[in-house]
């Protein structure tokens, strides 16, 4: 029981925070913006706790099914949770642009912050990191199209087409990403996999242990980490729900910059993915990076825009999908690059560093509120 309790730490810690928030929520808003402020970072911080350890179980589980499966299960959590603080924080304070401004903050955060400070560290520790270029060539192909199609596209259609125009794009993503998984886990998987050197050593004590019987991982040995990433996603969920409402408190009348909001839950999503793409670079493995890193942009946009569009069609709200033209440079700026970068099949600290500078000019452009 101890040995649970030290292990699950960074849940229980969250779920304190929940029980110490839910029935005070009321007092804090009514307290002032500095108290509504002062508990709201108490909160994401909260959220992070939960999230890293989301992002340990899902580790967990990606090990026990393997690539592509492992990283599948990463991006799909994180988005998960991304898509239920958006739908909290659209719930509490509506608005048009929150949807748009944070997937495509995810895009920046997962394509230039995250594959671009992991290519950079892996680099200098490593030199050039090896991967699977298909993988690469296919995720950027993908993302190019999801995104061409559900936040470019909109800019062109008339304001009495949206509702015909969100129903398209539901039932294209939809079919998009099915068809996508299919492919992954089935004829395609190679494409996301990547066969990396062994120490003789090392490759002798691999085949003895394939070679032995109880190698086999235990008959339900997936739930504990099924039920770890199930328990963080739902306290992640209750938690947004009362930052939301600190949040909006605490940010009346500072002049923040509107992006900082979305900014904030595409941190909050995408912190398993930082750590373990880190880990994963610094371990001189650059295919779960480039995995993680494209594959989580892939399913951002995706998944959430059909999951957005059909809120809108529900309540008869139009969303705001289509990128303002700052927002369209820099992410076709960095699609470009990120193609370039990859064509040969290897990173290198070269390449992490345009990557690292594309997402600093994200965060100035967000700054001055372009």
């Known amino acids: 029981m101890l040995t649970f309790l030290r292990r699950e730490a960074s849940l229980l810690a969250a779920a304190a925070a929940l029980c110490a928030a839910w029935p005070l929520e009321h007092a804090i808003v009514a307290a002032g913006q500095g108290v509504s402020l002062a508990a709201s970072i108490a909160l994401i911080v909260a959220i992070l706790f939960a999230s890293v350890r989301v992002a340990h179980h899902a580790e967990t589980l990606a090990e026990r099914l393997g690539e592509p499966y492992g990283t599948m299960v990463l991006t799909l959590s994180a988005v998960l949770v991304e898509v239920v ?22 895009v920046m955060l997962d394509i230039n912050a995250l594959l671009g400070l992991s290519a950079l560290l892996g680099g200098l520790r490593h030199g050039e990191q090896p991967y699977n270029v298909d993988s690469g060539n296919t995720y950027i192909v993908m993302i190019l199209t999801g995104l061409g199609v559900a936040m470019v596209l909109p800019a062109f259609v008339p304001a009495a087409h949206w509702q015909a125009y969100s129903l398209f794009t539901i039932i294209v993503m939809v079919l998009l990403y099915g068809l996508f998984l299919r492919l992954q886990t089935g004829r395609h998987s190679y494409f996301f996999s990547y066969s990396y050197a062994q120490k003789p050593q090392a490759a002798a004590t691999l085949a003895a242990h394939a070679a032995t019987p109880d190698d086999a991982h235990p008959k339900g040995s997936l739930a504990p980490p099924l039920a770890g990433i199930a328990a963080g996603i739902v306290l992640i969920g209750l938690l947004s729900e009362v930052m939301a409402r600190t949040l909006d408190t605490g940010l009346a009348g500072t002049g923040a910059p509107p992006i900082l909001a979305p900014l904030v839950v595409a941190t909050i999503s995408a912190s398993p993915e930082i750590l373990t793409a880190l880990r994963a670079a610094l371990g001189n493995r650059m295919q779960p990076v480039v995995n993680i890193a494209l594959g989580a942009s892939l399913s951002t946009v995706v998944l959430t825009v059909p999951v957005i569009e059909a809120l809108a069609l529900l309540t008869h709200h139009p969303i705001a999908m289509a990128l303002t033209l700052p927002q369209m440079v820099m992410t076709l700026l960095t699609l470009l690059v990120a193609t370039i970068n990859i064509h040969d099949g290897e990173t290198n600290a070269i390449e992490g560093l345009t990557h690292f500078v594309l997402f600093a000019a994200f965060l100035m452009l967000s700054a001055i509120g372009v």
């Open 85 to 106: 603080i958006l739908a909290i924080i659209m719930n509490e304070s509506p608005s048009p642009t929150l949807a748009r401004d944070t997937i495509y903050a995810a």
